[in-house]
């Protein structure tokens, strides 16, 4: 059984930095992309950052320069990095992850975790 688990998040002024990370366990053959995802009260799941197997980083607008994502293969672990965050930063951020386990490859989601941005 592949499992995501989050951990980090929590509540934090403007202007503040929180960090998230995501660790895949289960009977893994390799991980792909993986990813943060986020959901704001009554809006749509958005990306928020991805990155490749080889480290290749993909961001939405609003959190370019703001927002770093990393990975850690050994680990199987992805780590998100928000710095100068803002009120419309808050949302619920789900860990995903394109994983290969046996006989599938699957896309997997974390339980999510409330990052809240006070003004």
């Known amino acids: 059984q592949v499992q995501l688990v989050e951990s980090g998040g929590g509540l934090v002024q403007a202007g503040g930095s929180l960090g998230l990370s995501c660790a895949a366990s289960?009977?893994?053959?390799?991980?792909?992309?993986m990813s943060w995802y986020r959901q704001a009260p009554g809006k749509q799941r958005e990306l928020a950052a991805a990155?490749?197997?080889?480290?290749?980083?993909n961001y939405a607008d609003s959190v370019k320069g703001r927002f770093t994502i990393s990975r850690d293969n050994a680990k199987k672990t992805v780590y998100l990095q928000m710095n100068s965050l803002k009120p419309e930063d808050t949302a619920v951020y789900y860990c995903?992850?394109?994983?290969?386990?046996?006989?599938?490859?699957?896309?997997?989601w974390g339980q999510g975790t409330q990052v809240t941005v006070s003004s």
């Open positions: 289960g009977l893994i053959f390799s991980i792909k992309a």
């Open positions: 990155v490749t197997s080889d480290g290749s980083t």
């Open positions: 995903n992850a394109d994983i290969v386990s046996i006989g599938a490859q699957s896309d997997y």
